[in-house]
């Protein structure tokens, strides 16, 4: 489900919560262990005991036969109880995967329509970095949310749009289009104060899917009156077949309930994709460098966040302390004098808002070295996307 380079990339998982113990594709984890039996330990269990009592009282010469005669038995015996062990097995499991609801849901829509911000408030940790200015999310990121009943694998995405001056832009919008196809249900993520080009490019994508769609109508703590969501509603209702329609505030987790309500009943029924404590099937390593970009998009000025990437050098353990060294990637001298900003002022900030939220992501202390260094060019270049793993 990630980009392939990434994971090539990745450092070894460090902590329970990030980093996958099997991505969705690699199919369901194991499920709960669930008789104490095995056939092995079924026959072990069976067969000490009773080899023990017949040596008592058979002569050694007819020991043999009788040894046969009771291997047989065992054997059966434990056959026996391996079956019986295996359908209780099996009558658990299928009652299991029958109450229980899991699948992949893509979080679609226009750049800037919150899709990071509901990620967020799904899984319940600031996972998916996030900025007011467009085209912040540039990778696929899973986040999971797990409840009793059902478990959310949530895939977000950079936004769609329909301008794409750059290499950059059109990867980006590649990158969105892929989810389409691969997950089970999908979230249309809108801007409820404002209907755009982009929103219907993003609808004029939807009639080719079989999988369900929710819109989620988002950022309703930023409309003053309610009563003016009906009639949008009402609108976006004839444009589409939505499964549901859900008013919500990414930002105020407000709906969320209501929102995971919809959506589970159009998962399919089977067992959890992830252990209960995942939140991702991103690396700490990945999480490093994207916290990073989200320091210097929300800390530079409009244009020049486009111009930034972020690659990490060195990603190591010391103890509990995460040692990482990142490099911040430009496209001129200027960009980069203004990336460290006077006297290092800027870069140093960058920093320090960076390792505080890896901190608090992480759960360990963090020691963060950058630097910065250009590369001309490189957001419109396929060969330096490939190097710093845009594509997929
Ligand atoms: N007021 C308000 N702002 C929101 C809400 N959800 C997201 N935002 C803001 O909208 C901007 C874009 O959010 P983001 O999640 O990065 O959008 P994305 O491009 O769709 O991933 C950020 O400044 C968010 O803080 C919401 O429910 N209410
Ligand atoms: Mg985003």
Request: aromatic share 4%; charged share 25%; with cysteine.
């Amino acid at each position: 489900m990630s980009g392939h380079k990434d994971r090539k990339q990745d450092s070894p998982k460090v902590g329970p919560k990030v980093g996958p113990k099997a991505g969705p594709k690699a199919g369901p984890k194991a499920g709960p262990k669930i008789g104490p039996i095995g056939s092995r330990t079924a026959k072990q269990i069976i067969k000490q005991p009773s080899t023990q009592a017949v040596d008592q009282v058979v002569s050694p010469a007819t020991a043999q036969a009788v040894d046969q005669a009771v291997d047989q038995a065992v054997d059966q015996a434990a056959d026996q109880a391996t079956a019986q062990a295996t359908n209780q097995a099996s009558a658990q499991a299928s009652a299991q995967a029958k109450n229980f609801r899991c699948g992949t849901v893509g979080l679609i829509g226009r750049p800037n329509a919150g899709k990071s911000t509901l990620m967020n408030s799904l899984v319940g940790t600031h996972l998916s970095i996030t900025a007011s200015k467009p085209q912040t999310t540039r990778h696929r990121i899973v986040g999971i949310r797990s409840e009793d009943n059902a478990q959310l694998v949530m895939v977000d995405t950079p936004g769609m749009h329909k301008h794409t001056p750059r290499a950059l832009n059109r990867q980006l919008n590649r990158t969105a289009d892929t989810v389409l196809d691969d997950v089970d249900v999908l979230v249309f993520v809108v801007d409820a104060r404002r209907w755009s080009e982009d929103d219907e490019l993003v609808v004029s994508k939807l009639g080719r899917l079989t999988q369900p769609v929710v819109l989620a109508l988002n950022k309703i703590d930023r409309i003053q009156d309610r009563s003016t969501l009906l009639p949008m509603i009402e609108k976006l209702s004839k444009l589409y077949a939505f499964a549901a329609v859900v008013p919500i505030s990414a930002w105020k987790h407000d709906g969320i309930q209501q929102l995971v309500r919809s959506i589970t009943p159009l998962l399919p029924e089977q067992a959890a994709l992830y252990a209960s404590d995942e939140l991702t099937d991103r690396s700490e390593r990945f999480l490093a460098a994207e916290h990073i970009r989200e320091q210097l998009i929300r800390r530079l000025g409009e244009e020049l966040p486009y111009a930034t990437t972020v690659t990490i050098e060195r990603y190591a353990m010391d103890g509990r302390l995460h040692r990482i060294d990142a490099n911040i990637w430009v496209e001129r001298d200027g960009q980069k004098a203004i990336v460290i900003g006077d006297g290092g002022a800027r870069l140093k900030d960058i920093g320090t808002f960076a390792r505080k939220r890896m901190e608090s992501i992480f759960g360990g202390k963090v020691f963060l070295t950058l630097w910065v260094k250009v590369k001309e060019n490189w957001s419109d270049s396929d060969a330096s996307l490939q190097q710093f793993g845009y594509m997929e």
